[in-house]
T-cell receptor, first 116, second 112 residues
């Protein structure tokens, strides 16, 4: 079974530029997550989708970050304009469905962003 | 709110040593608990999980028991290998079952 696919794996941009990350979840997974992992810290949830609707985006810095999952499958996370503190690994994850105790969340390999 | 606390790292061990990484949590109710592992340059991989009190999760020689009395989920392995060198994250699933909340991670370095 194919896992969660992400691209690009690595990206270096200058501050104030924009960047977009793409994610394709495991087939059949209704729930998709974007997490931000800053070096030395645990991942922090940015946004969660259930199919093509947003469930939780309370931690998403909406002045510069946006995400969409238009057809309820793959998703794009965009940062514009980027700041130095956005340097992190952006992890996409998916699960069959949210809302039950046995829910297992599977992660992609991450997109590593460096803002200079 | 819900939170996870892990022991500070790095943890440095010799091959075949016993490993314990402590994890405690604060949460409403009895959340599902997880250990994820992140090898250098890779994403997070689920190592093991437990969904209710007294459950023991196990995988690849690692074990962790869900202790509701002490709100803990400590990770153990009887004999570590160099290939176990990685960052280990303890996490809980929030009460709604919708998202994971992670600890800060513990780096394990095993030398031969």
């Amino acid at each position: 079974e194919a896992g969660v696919a992400q691209s690009p794996r690595y990206k270096i941009i200058e501050k104030r530029q924009s960047v977009a990350f793409w994610c394709n979840p495991i087939s059949g997974h209704a729930t998709l997550y974007w997490y931000q992992q800053i070096l030395g810290q645990g991942p922090k949830l940015l946004i969660q989708f259930q199919n093509n609707g947003v469930v939780d985006d309370s931690q998403l810095p909406k002045d510069r970050f946006s995400a969409e999952r238009l057809k309820g499958v793959d998703s794009t996370l965009k940062i514009q304009p980027a700041k130095l503190e956005d340097s992190a690994v952006y992890l996409c994850a998916s699960s069959l469905a949210a809302g039950h105790s046995g829910n297992t969340i599977y992660f992609g390999e991450g997109s590593w962003l460096t803002v200079v | 709110g819900d939170s996870v606390t892990q022991m500070e790292g790095p943890v440095t061990l010799s091959e075949e040593a016993f490993l314990t990484i402590n994890c405690t949590y604060t949460a409403t109710g009895y959340p599902s608990l997880f250990w994820y592992v992140q090898y250098p340059g890779e994403g997070l991989q689920l190592l093991l999980k437990a969904t209710k009190a007294d459950d023991k999760g196990s995988n690849k020689g690692f074990e962790a028991t869900y202790r509701k009395e002490t709100t803990s989920f400590h990770l153990e392995k009887g004999s570590v290998q160099v290939s176990d060198s990685a960052v280990y994250f303890c996490a809980l699933l929030n009460q709604a079952g919708t998202a994971l909340i992670f600890g800060k991670g513990t780096t394990l370095s095993v030398s031969s």
